[in-house]
């Protein structure tokens, strides 16, 4: 069975930080480009950041260019989002991703994780 289970949400305040993790079982993390995506309440889940399979190769919506990195452990299985800078609108759920990229970013989600809540007070 895959599961991806996110971990390290919670609540923080404007400017301070938090990483997120998500841990993929059932498969190998290295088979996966990995992604972290996210919903506000009463909007669309968006794209937030994708890495590709050998790391190289780094993506991001322009909102969070410059605060966010994500970041993969292979040997681990898992995969990491370093959030600095945070701002209230980047309250939201968080959802960890595998799937596929192509040169200009994410492509296709295989596996959905089940989300972790960040909340941004100011």
């Known amino acids: 069975q895959v599961q991806l289970v996110e971990s390290g949400g919670g609540l923080v305040q404007a400017g301070g930080s938090l990483r997120l993790s998500c841990k993929l079982s059932g498969r190998t993390l290295s088979d996966y480009a990995m992604g972290w995506f996210r919903q506000a309440p009463g909007k669309e889940r968006e794209f937030v950041a994708a890495?590709?399979?050998?790391?190289?190769?780094?993506y991001y919506v322009d909102s969070v260019k410059g605060r966010f990195t994500i970041s993969r452990d292979n040997a681990k299985n898992m995969v990491s989002l370093q959030m600095n800078n945070l701002k209230d609108e980047d309250t939201a759920v968080y959802y960890c991703a595998a799937g596929a990229t192509v040169s200009t970013g994410w492509a296709k989600t295989y596996y959905w994780g089940q989300g972790t809540q960040v909340t941004v007070s100011s």
């Open positions: 890495i590709s399979l050998s790391g190289h190769m780094k």
